[in-house]
């Protein structure tokens, strides 16, 4: 299974954007690139997914790289609400498997 | 109003002692799964469904027992709970299948604890 690889803990100013960065190298051509954040005592909730081209929409923007080995979520103006950890996960949709592996991800620190 | 939905919240059992954690969910999901989550291990899969009757491990299956008899119920089953399973666990479903039917939705999730 192809995984990911996120820097566990990132820090952001109220009202500035976000880069959150994802490794995925192993990434096949059919593995759809998801991310899901937890807020505090809440479970996952889904934010955004794209295969190739980057996406957009009222939570968030995907920016999928050319090589499509590294993807980045885009919260363009922080809030105090936006602090959760944020995962990055593969999802293959050609295998017939459902497995889900969402590592640890990374924990978004929103300061005031 | 489309939910997942856990029960119990929480839980506080003995070694050995069977017992069940329900799952249900209200948006007619072929897929379901459960998952636990530990201090620095993140959200890790116990078990999924692909549909009814259709079942298949995740990556920590070892103690647990799930099944799939009507398609909006989902339970997990631990007929001799151990201390080691004593985590924050997480009922998922989704429709399944690519794009935005592969959103997967979760319960707020059952805190179970194990003497």
Redesign the interface.
Known sequence: DAKTTQPNSMESNEEEPVHLPCNHSTISGTD?I?W?RQLPS?????VI?GLTSNVNNRMASLAIAEDRKSSTLILHRATLRDAAVY?CIL?N?TSG?????????TRLKVLA | EAQ?TQNPRYLITVTGKKLTVTCSQNMNHE?M?W?RQDP??????IY?S?NVEVT?K??VPEGYKVSRKEKRNFPLILESPSPNQTSLY?C?SSS???GVK????????TRLSVL
């Open positions: 759809y998801h899901y809440q479970g996952p909730e889904y997914h995962y999802r949709t498997t459902y497995k889900y592996i969402f590592g640890t991800g | 997942v897929y799964s998952y620095g291990l993140g959200l890790r899969q999924y692909m298949d995740g990556d997480f998922a399944g299948g690519v592969n959103i997967q939705y979760f319960g707020a999730g």
